[in-house]
């Protein structure tokens, strides 16, 4: 009995992939960015990402939040959706998704260049669907804040996404937006 409800756990809960395929589109970026997640560092995690990808939640979503020199962050399905009816700019970044919050993932791997990493609030156990792609290492977030995954190809699409205010990193005007999202494996 316990062999046949392992295996019947193992067929509901949804496969990981191993990557995401982002398309970018806006003033600033337009291409393709490619990640390689890190199921065995934060499966959790890359198993939120990758169901809200597959059902569509990151189409159209903005980069809301792009700090020059440190990390540019998106992923705001309540909010963030740029073709959503009433979209308010001034809103994105402030919402997550209907899935549940995650406990925290730390490891010790350092944000580098490239590195995905989830946003949170203060709680460490707050990451839902916000994720940022680092522009320049930032060892300071080490061990504060899940890494998921990589970029692997298209740094120079993430160089080239919109900036934000020097302070806040507060994007105006039309911002970047990952118009599809498609999980790979």
Known sequence: MYKLAATFALL??????SGLQIEVEG????????????EDVAPKHVEQIT???ADGKYDGVVFHRVIEGFMAQTGDVQYG????????????????SDRPDLPAEFSDLTFDR?????????NPDSANSQFFIMFEPGPFLDGQYTVV??????????????RG????GAVTGQPDVMKKVTVTE
């Open 12 to 17: 509901a809960s949804p496969a990981l992939a």
């Open 27 to 38: 003033e600033g970026a337009n291409g393709t960015i490619s990640i390689d997640l890190f």
């Open 51 to 53: 169901v809200l990808a």
């Open 81 to 96: 959706n740029s073709t959503a009816n009433g979209f308010d700019m001034r809103y994105a970044g402030r919402g997550g």
């Open 114 to 122: 490239g590195v995905v990493g989830m946003a949170r609030s203060q």
């Open 149 to 162: 995954g990589q970029v692997t190809d298209g740094m120079d699409v993430v160089d080239a996404i919109k």
């Open 165 to 168: 205010h020097s302070q806040t």
